[in-house]
């Protein structure tokens, strides 16, 4: 299984809005739809965080020759930007 090994929460000058979903990251509906305030009263966010989030994941495959017993483990990492409500909740 993929594992989530780092967070960060992407402030909103970081974001370019003409780049397809980075616009809404900036307020209003997240990129899955969930609705977020980042601001406010009672919030304690940040005011120049956005709603979305940079994750980090690890994924490991491995794979093993019964007959020679050759073994390979490979290791890959990759970022998604995602939802940071969806992002917390899977990576924390």
């Not at 809404?24 to 997240?30: I, K, P, Q, S, V």
């Not at 005011?47 to 980090?56: F, I, M, N, R």
């Not at 390979?72 to 939802?83: S, W």
């Amino acid at each position: 299984m993929p594992s989530c090994y780092r967070l960060r929460l992407v402030r909103q000058n970081e974001l370019d809005e003409r780049r397809p979903g980075e616009a809404a990251c900036l307020g209003g509906l997240g990129p899955t739809g969930s609705t977020l305030t980042i601001s406010g009263a009672g919030g304690g966010a940040d005011p120049g965080e956005s709603q979305c989030a940079d994750s980090e994941w690890h994924i490991e495959a491995a794979a093993g020759d019964a007959v020679t017993g050759a073994a390979l483990t490979v290791n890959q990492g990759i970022a998604v930007r995602a939802d940071r409500v969806e992002a917390i909740n899977n990576c924390i």
